[in-house]
């Protein structure tokens, strides 16, 4: 019997539902054919959207979304992206393929509308200009009279959109222009004065952090730019082997699956010292956490352009997920969003696209159990919890909304069941129910065979304010408790 104490006394903070977000970069199919398709496409869509891929991402509640990049964005020229003669490009990083811009600002926008969510535009600083940038946001937000707005008008949006969250540009100290952190808080200081806060529209804007273990730049960033900044980045992604050979997203052993968990796990080591470092220079908390790229990467599925990350989803990418999630809340104080990459067809997808077919991933299902738990008050709670050779066997979180309860629990263990008992001390439980994804590590949805894995109700009973179930192997649950 594994117990979890629920302390609805104590809150770690409010999880701002942004740390469920995704990222959508010009790379491989995720916009074009995943997200979007062409004039005269005969898959259902609206104004271009494809209708199953915005359905699925609105039962998930998607609350805000990156775009275009990415090692993209810092070759994007946007005004190539807009009006009616758009002009090719190369996309360099990404295949080598034609890039024809016909996905642009407004697609972008009409896209974010769709789906109800948060755009997240990630601007150039690699091979762009602070022109180039300053008029992007005034071709985007600025109301009155203006060569951008006017632009903006011709090409037939008369009012201005809101933009919050804007990116000043993506891993300059590497594929966006392989800066020094010195250089880089320069030019960070230089461009984000040009970006305008125009009308009641307020930027939120996002300084380029570092990737994964490097905190000297945290530490440069902080010194020379904090004051300048609403959020600062950091990119991790799991990787199970070696960068020339990260391993397939299917066929692995156990040693590979634990070796998985265990280095996604390891993302908290790393927030935390990044924190650390962001502290020395932000005691009042004033610099966001925006881990704006995270997820899994395998080597590509054989047979598809290298160029475009294409990679399949298992029960082992979903248990990542929910680790990663769950070390996410727990610093929701200090993390203000996370982006998940990416949305589709790319790295670690929630749903994956074939023409004109579509299937929820395991990881998407996550996204489902975890919705309750979007701007909830994140709850202190403690797991007699098991070590599998330095890995723990459960990993949780528990909120408050609205006068309910919502607990996700996962059991990483490939062979262990575990009866868990959950109390709630002071609570009188009224009801409790669950849902549950479980499979064996390697299962996954294919375009043949789309519901392997899917979410199914689980039995759940409740006494007093002790709630009872059982945790198969590798699965993750939600239970409500009213
Ligand atoms: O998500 C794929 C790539 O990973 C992004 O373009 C880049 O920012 C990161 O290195």
């Not at 990787?239 to 993302?267: L, M």
């Amino acid at each position: 019997m594994t117990e979890i104490i629920i302390n609805t006394e104590k809150s770690a903070g409010t999880i701002n539902r942004n740390i469920y977000g995704h990222f959508s970069e010009h790379l491989g199919r995720c916009v074009y054919g995943g997200l979007f398709v062409e004039g005269g496409s005969d898959i259902p869509n609206t104004r271009g959207m494809r209708n199953d891929v915005v359905s699925a991402l609105k039962n998930i509640k998607i609350p805000v979304l990156r775009w275009p990049g990415g090692c993209f964005a810092d070759e994007y020229h946007w005004k190539n992206g807009v009006g009616k003669n758009r002009s090719k490009m190369v996309n360099t990083h990404w295949g080598g393929v034609v890039e024809d811009n016909s996905f642009g600002t407004h697609e972008f926008m009409e896209l974010c509308s769709q789906l109800g969510c948060e755009p997240y535009v990630c601007g150039n600083v690699g091979s762009g200009t602070v022109r180039e940038m300053s008029e992007w946001v005034e071709y985007i937000t600025f109301g009155g009279i203006s060569p951008m707005a006017d632009l903006r008008k011709e090409n037939g949006r008369e009012e201005p959109w809101k933009l919050k969250y804007l990116g000043i540009g993506n891993e300059n100290w590497a594929c966006g222009g392989n800066m020094r952190a010195e250089y880089y808080s320069d030019e960070y200081r230089r461009y984000q004065t040009y970006c305008r806060n125009y009308g009641d529209n307020k930027l939120y804007k996002i300084a380029c952090g570092s990737g994964t273990e490097d905190y000297s730049w945290t530490e440069t960033l902080m010194e020379r730019c904090a004051p300048f900044m609403d959020g600062l980045s950091i990119h991790y992604y799991t990787v199970p082997g070696e960068w020339s050979k990260k391993g397939c997203a299917t066929v692995f052993d156990a040693d590979q699956y634990y070796t998985t968990i265990k280095k996604a796990v390891n993302i908290a080591e790393i927030i935390d010292a990044h924190l650390k470092v962001m502290d020395k220079y932000d005691p009042e908390h004033k610099v966001d956490m925006v881990i704006d790229e995270w997820g899994t990467w395998f080597d590509v599925e054989e047979g598809t352009n290298p160029g475009f990350l294409y990679q399949q989803n298992t029960m082992r990418d979903a248990i990542v997920a929910a680790v990663s999630l769950d070390i996410f809340n727990a610093r929701c104080s200090r993390i203000s969003m996370a982006n998940i990459a990416q949305i589709v067809n790319v790295l670690q997808s929630v749903i994956l696209t074939d023409g004109g077919k579509m299937v929820l991933t395991p990881t998407y299902h996550v996204y489902d159990l975890y919705k309750r738990h979007h701007d909830a008050e994140c709850l202190y709670h403690s797991i007699e919890n098991v070590s599998i050779g330095g890995l723990p066997q459960f990993s949780a979180t528990a909120s408050r909304k609205d006068g309910e309860l919502t607990l996700t629990v996962s059991n990483a263990s490939l062979n262990e069941s575990s009866d868990m008992s959950v109390s709630v001390p002071g609570l009188n439980v009224k009801n409790a129910s669950g849902r549950i994804l479980t499979n064996e590590a390697r299962a996954h949805n294919t375009f043949d065979a789309p519901d392997t894995v899917k979410i199914t109700p689980l039995a759940v009973k409740a006494e007093a304010s002790i709630i009872s179930f059982t945790l198969p192997p590798c699965s993750v649950a939600e239970i409500v408790i009213i």
